[in-house]
């Protein structure tokens, strides 16, 4: 598993963050692991590039474009 912090730039509130949060946790080899509000971003445990590349899809189509 490796950490990877990506830039949400739509991060607005805490309901956002919980958002992001349950679709990270649909996503096989995805862990939450915190999101900053303030920064706009999120972080999460990856277990490998095919989770990270379905993770941001699934953000995107929940309105959460993730670089």
Known sequence: MKTVTLSIPTINCGHCVMTIKREASMVAGVE?????????T???LVESEAALVELKKALAGAGYEAA
Not at 32 to 40: E, H, L, P, R, Y
Request: no cysteine; glycine share 8%.
């Open 42 to 44: 999120a972080t999460f």
């Open 32 to 40: 939450f692991v915190s999101g900053d509000i303030a920064a706009k």
